[in-house]
């Protein structure tokens, strides 16, 4: 056995559900999910019932999440076309601003131009704007950007012409950040069959194998790994509407390292896209004595009957996966150890408290 | 009355109609219509059945031009999936890379961000790529010529948001052009109820009153006039699903002049819009000998019965205009005088040729 030692991992991105969808996802099951799978600090999406988008929603979230979560966490704020006016003014108290702009789970949208740029302008230059958008709305996103000097980060890209368009606008000199999840690391429309026809509903859609390729062979421009983990029951994802989304944060780390194992990064990359990089893209504070213990040769089948998140499911069921959180300690206090999470709910601190 | 001399005008943005739809217009009754007007060269749009987008489809275009264009004209490609290999051999013979990115009429479409790159990655640097793009795509746009190093034209800028955009990439030093209409600056959403349900329809849509003021407080930014003359018949126009369009050819220049005695711009800046530009731009040959005369202080009522577009109609229908076309003298040649047109099918020549 060899076990290695990491930072906690950090994840910008993650949808927890509270409040709204607690059935299927809380502050609690969510940062429970978290620290199993080597995270010490979690990002959280807008796209509640109702979105987070105000003053109001933004401190009734804070106060679900201070009582508990058990690892620390940022939130992310909605753009909606409701908060265009007062969106910046909330801005310290979260880690970006999300922005809705293509197809996805909730009814949080921004669909025109001017309610992007005029979001954009308002924002503060210092703090990211978070972008889900696909295909030519990436292009799009990264010219608002541009014009009004902000700092986009496209969030889970998983296509060819979409890694590669920026590629180039980073060559271009360009400020543009960028995610990858694990499931597009990993998955492609060839394996939805296998998943079933409603849990492989995710967005971004699972793409083609050569996306998949594309994606492992662009690891220089893509800055951080984020799980979008976005647990929906399995009754939700076998009904005949089944929602887009995944869980994640618990399988993510062994299929990171399974990318080092392939040689397409070092370790010290991983540590890069999955801790470094988040911290100063997110301006997230260093996290004291915290570290996580990994044995990298454990092989283990994935279960979702075993896993923390509410939902009880994961589209890499059966999988053998290699390398397994053993321990986690966040701010000097051991908060999981084999299996078992040991922070109560409400030591997760707010990075912006 | 008072005799201007100006330059024979230039429209980029004409669909003749021909082939495919020679019932509401062809290359004889539009290049009727563009003498009529004042115009002595126009590029016409790819969008016809068949679409203009390879080889044979180009040379059966040209072979009718040649037969029946009265004044001279360029032919702009279509961009479409099936021709990213072979479009750019065809570009000496065009006058630009049109690309339908968005909502209108016809089947030519390029919708994502792969064939959209890929095409500008191969079309010449010194050919610009014509896009109907609106809101975000007008962002896309600009990225992608930036990124592959292409002058991309915005065609029938028509919102207060996309001309802020323009501008904002032009203050960037990016290149980009573009173009707007004369209804966009004549017409909103307001004068919708009176032109009719189906005659009122058009793409870009009539916006609304605040954005008319906009592309009139923004003449700076933009490049060239452009009619989009896109005739229907007024059958078309009034049945259940009326095709979106306007006849323009025949009313626009009066409609610019009032732009200059309204003080928005000088009759040079007219100039500039209207000839100049649109020839650096599209790189066209100047006409020598070429001019119009033009009665400034003319005022005449608008009457589709009398114009010499094939669809016999006007969203102006009623309008008293002032400024009426007396004469055009193309290459040396009188070839319109007080509502006669004198030039003959086949006096026109390809601008490429």
Redesign the interface.
């Known amino acids: 056995m060899a076990t290695i030692r990491l930072p906690g991992l950090i994840d910008p991105h993650v949808h927890l559900r509270e409040p709204g969808a607690t059935h299927k996802e809380d502050y609690d099951s969510g940062t429970a999910a978290a620290l199993a799978g080597g995270f010490t600090c979690v990002l959280d999406m807008p796209n509640n019932t109702p979105p987070i988008t105000t003053a109001e929603t933004l401190a009734a979230k804070q106060a679900a999440a201070r009582l508990k979560a058990r690892c620390d966490y940022g939130i992310h704020l909605g753009a909606g076309t409701d908060n265009i006016e007062s969106a910046a003014w909330l801005a310290p108290q979260v880690t970006g601003l999300k922005m809705y702009?293509d197809q996805t789970f909730g009814p949080l949208r921004l669909d025109?131009?001017?309610s992007?740029?005029q979001h954009m302008d308002r924002w503060p230059d210092n703090r990211p704007v978070l972008c889900h958008a696909e295909?030519?709305?990436?292009?799009?996103?990264?010219?608002?950007g541009?014009?009004t000097g902000k700092h986009v980060h496209i969030c889970h890209v998983s296509?060819?012409?979409?890694i590669?368009?920026i590629r180039?606008?980073k060559d271009?000199g360009i400020q543009v950040t960028c995610e990858v999840t694990p499931h597009h690391f990993f998955l492609s429309e060839e394996d939805a069959p296998k998943i079933g026809p409603g849990r492989s509903e995710v967005r971004p859609r699972l793409a083609k194998g050569t996306d998949r390729s594309a994606l492992r062979a662009s690891l220089e421009v893509i800055d951080c790994f984020a799980t979008d983990h976005a647990p929906h029951t399995l009754a939700e994802k076998d009904s005949p509407k089944p929602p887009p989304g995944f869980p994640g944060l618990e399988t993510a780390l062994p299929l990171y390292l399974e990318l080092v194992r392939e040689g397409l990064i070092t370790i010290e990359g991983l540590i890069d896209r999955a801790v470094n990089n988040p911290r100063r893209i997110f301006d997230l504070p260093v996290q004291p004595e915290t570290w996580i213990e990994v044995d990298e040769d454990a092989d283990w089948i994935v279960r979702g009957a075993e896993t923390f998140t509410r939902c009880k499911w994961t589209p890499f069921e059966g999988w053998t996966l290699r390398g397994r959180v053993l321990r986690v300690v966040l701010r000097g206090t051991e908060v999981y150890r084999n299996g078992e999470v040991l922070a109560a709910p409400g030591f997760g601190r707010d990075v912006r408290m």
């Open positions: 702009l025109d131009l001017d992007l740029i295909g030519r709305t990436v292009a799009a996103c990264i010219m608002a541009h014009l296509r060819k012409d979409e590669d368009l180039r606008a271009k």
